[in-house]
Every structure is written in structure tokens, then in C-alpha cells.
């Protein structure tokens, strides 16, 4: 089992940048695919990105392409969320989830294929 936690959120005001954490506790973080959603009030929870077990192989919403990377840390058990370029449509709780992989490069953009979510960190972008 993975417990998740995440950090680094707060205010930002547009065009900045923000780097979310998060720390997986537990055995085996290296064959646990990881991904990043967020849920803004009043709407469904969305993806944002995803990264598979090795790191090699990651995908993104097309809102946040070309802005947000993904990457992980296996040695630190970590999975990060860099934002840039804000936008106050990116305002939300952000989630950290992850899951076995399948293979060393599946990653997964559904969330309901995640068994394991953190608490999640609020982001706030002010125009």
C-alpha cells in the first residue's frame, strides 16, 4: 500500500509558476505509475498528467501541455508537478494518485484506474 501526500501549493498570480510534490510512503514507489488531477469548485474531477513506473513515458491534458511537466524521483520517492505559465483556470485542489504499473512504461490518464490519492494541495491563481 502507497500513502500519498502532497505540498507546494499556494497563490500565484498569472503568468507565474508553481512545483507541487508529492511523497509516496510505503514499499516498491518504483513500480507505481503516477498521476497528477485537479477539481475546481463546482466541477469534475480532471487529469492532468500522468508518468509511468520508470519515468520514461508521461502525458498530458492539452490545457496544460507545453506548461505543466511531470517527473518522478524514485530514489527520493517523489513525483513532481511543475507548473508554469499560470492561468487562473488552472485554480484548483491538485491530487497526486498513483497505482501499479503494468509495464514499465504504462502510465494511465483515468482516474478511476488509481488505487491510491492523496489529500490534495490547493492552487490559487489570481489574475
Known amino acids: 500500500q502507497v500513502q500519498l501526500v502532497e505540498s507546494g501549493g499556494g497563490l500565484v498570480q498569472a503568468g507565474g509558476s508553481l512545483r507541487l510534490s508529492c511523497a509516496a510512503s510505503?514499499?516498491?514507489?518504483?513500480?507505481?505509475?503516477m498521476g497528477w488531477f485537479r477539481q475546481a469548485p463546482g466541477k469534475e474531477r480532471e487529469f492532468v498528467a500522468a508518468?509511468?513506473?520508470?519515468?520514461?513515458?508521461?502525458d498530458y491534458a492539452d490545457t496544460v501541455k507545453g506548461r505543466f511537466t511531470i517527473s518522478r524521483d524514485n530514489a527520493e520517492n517523489k513525483v513532481y508537478l511543475q507548473m508554469n505559465s499560470l492561468k487562473p483556470e488552472d485554480t484548483a485542489v491538485y491530487y497526486c494518485?498513483?497505482?501499479?504499473?503494468?509495464?514499465?512504461?504504462?502510465?494511465?490518464?483515468?482516474?478511476?484506474?488509481?488505487?491510491?490519492w492523496g489529500q490534495g494541495t490547493q492552487v490559487t491563481v489570481s489574475s
Open positions: 494518485a498513483g497505482r501499479l504499473g503494468y509495464s514499465r512504461s504504462s502510465y494511465y490518464t483515468d482516474g478511476l484506474r488509481y488505487a491510491y
Open positions: 510505503g514499499r516498491s514507489f518504483s513500480s507505481y505509475a
Open positions: 508518468i509511468s513506473m520508470s519515468g520514461g513515458s508521461s
